[in-house]
């Protein structure tokens, strides 16, 4: 898993699997699923990310572990 913040975008976006995008389907206004062929989940973006956090606590958010397939 990995997680990265865009401070330009305001957005969130949390790697939890390799793969190809095939689809992007919408949770809400702010969160957005990236899922494979199978519609598994490999991600997970969410917008206006400092309405969530604080910006302080945002650009603190780092966190890699090894992707099992």
Do not use: H, W
Not at 48 to 60: D, L, N, P, R
Request: proline content about 1%; aromatic content about 8%.
């Amino acid at each position: 898993m990995k997680i990265q913040y865009d401070k330009i975008a305001d957005a969130m976006y949390i790697y939890f699997k390799k793969g190809a995008v095939a689809q992007t389907k919408k949770i809400s206004n702010r969160v957005l699923l990236d899922l494979d062929k199978e519609g598994n989940v490999l991600g997970m973006e969410l917008l206006v990310a400092s309405s969530q956090m604080s910006k302080k606590e945002i650009g603190k958010v780092s966190f890699e572990a090894p992707v099992y397939a």
